[in-house]
T-cell receptor
């Protein structure tokens, strides 16, 4: 059974700090790893990672995947109060090679204070 | 707005009643997924469709749950004889297979069973 473990479960930082969120996984027939941000509504897509060692970057957010060690990290630099949210990591395994269901972790709750 | 839409956004029902939720995916997206999210947990996969065909169902989807996508566009999720344990956020996601396999989520339907 596919499994995703995220750490820490929650985190409180001051505005301007840099944070690193961790995601480890076990999946059969790995296809991709995704990061989502969830505020008081549906998850919004951040990154999809399929290859090891290639950093994906969007503004102050970046993420990288290590397929050998089966983990990914999400970095947020110069945090702002608007970054406060739950960050979800999900993996996709596929027996057919095409897109399939996602298995999510429980998320990391990030709170950024002034 | 061309994102995934779900209706209703909130539903309160009494135990034993039947409820039906609707999901309208992003136009032309051929894959449609249903997930359930309870407080403090990440979304859990329920089922998914490719066009009108239901390709996979989770063990979480008991015989009280049924999902349809009759014309390959919108989908409905029905829960019969609701139980308090069915209280959750029901999320729908869609993707265009082969073009961008990222799953985009709708706002969800929050179900409360009294």
């Amino acid at each position: 059974e596919d499994k995703v473990v995220q750490s820490p479960l929650s985190l409180v930082v001051h505005e301007g700090d840099t944070v690193t969120l961790n995601c480890s996984y076990e999946v059969t027939n790995f296809r991709s790893l995704l990061w989502y941000k969830q505020e008081k509504k549906a998850p919004t897509f951040l990154f999809m990672l399929t290859s090891s060692g290639i950093e994906k970057k969007s503004g102050r957010l970046s993420s990288i995947l290590d397929k050998k060690e089966l983990f990914s990290i999400l970095n947020i630099t110069a945090t702002q109060t608007g970054d406060s949210a739950i960050y979800l990591c999900a993996v996709e395994g596929s027996n057919t090679g095409t897109a399939s269901k996602l298995t999510f972790g429980t998320g990391t709750r990030l709170q950024v204070t002034l | 707005d061309t994102g995934v839409s779900q209706d209703p956004r909130h539903k309160i029902t009494k135990r034993g009643q039947n409820v039906t939720f609707r999901c309208d995916p992003i136009s032309e997206h051929n894959r449609l997924y249903w997930y359930r999210q309870t407080l403090g947990q990440g979304p859990e996969f329920l089922t998914y469709f490719q066009n009108e065909a239901q390709l996979e169902k989770s063990r979480l989807l008991s015989d009280r749950f049924s999902a349809e996508r009759p014309k390959g566009s919108f989908s409905t999720l029905e829960i019969q004889r609701t139980e308090q344990g069915d209280s959750a956020m029901y999320l729908c996601a869609s993707t265009l297979l082969g073009v961008s396999d990222t799953q985009y989520f709708g706002p969800g339907t929050r179900l409360t069973v009294l």
